[in-house]
């Protein structure tokens, strides 16, 4: 992991951290931070809802709270369809590197983002707060997982980041 390849004259690399409306997501902020002060990147903390679920408002106070503690901007955001929401937002915004907690038991939006995107660097924080890269055989156990549609939704073609 070295220094951020930030284009001349374009925006400032960022690092994009991914989190859900629940109190434990601090430590994603705060490795982000981390990460971010390493290769020299902007943290923007990025909250996607589905409007039709009941959500935390004290735990996304708490969360914007703690982005700013932490120089990061947070955004919230309300799409029925938050793994294309963030599928398009990686894509638009070509992230130096996401960090993310843990996949959840029973959902695939995770490891659908990591097989779709190859040449982003994804980041998982664990429960003690300690991050460690997303590697090949994460993503090779992702890829097995077939029976929850992920390669149906990435059409078997990853998306290159290149310009």
């Not at 070295?2 to 902020?29: E, M, N, W």
């Not at 708490?62 to 901007?73: G, M, P």
């Not at 938050?82 to 695939?108: H, Y």
């Amino acid at each position: 992991m070295g220094k951020s390849k930030q284009p001349a004259g374009g925006p400032p690399p960022v690092v994009l951290a991914l989190v859900t409306d629940q109190f434990r997501c601090q430590r994603l902020i705060t490795a982000g931070r981390m990460l971010a002060d390493r290769i020299e990147a902007a943290l923007e903390v990025v909250n996607v809802s589905d409007p039709s679920r009941a959500s935390n408002p004290e735990a996304i106070e708490f969360l914007f709270q703690t982005s700013r503690e932490h120089d990061a901007a947070m955004t919230i955001h309300y799409s029925p369809r938050p793994e294309r929401f963030l599928g398009e937002l990686i894509r638009e915004r070509r992230p130096a590197a996401v960090v993310t907690g843990l996949p959840g038991e029973g959902s695939s939006l995770l490891r659908k983002l990591w097989l779709r995107f190859d040449q982003v660097e994804f980041y998982l924080v664990e429960q003690d707060g300690s991050l460690r890269p997303v590697g090949v055989l994460d993503k090779a156990e992702a890829g097995r997982d077939s029976s929850q549609g992920i390669l149906p939704y990435i059409g078997l073609a990853p998306v290159h980041l290149t310009e």
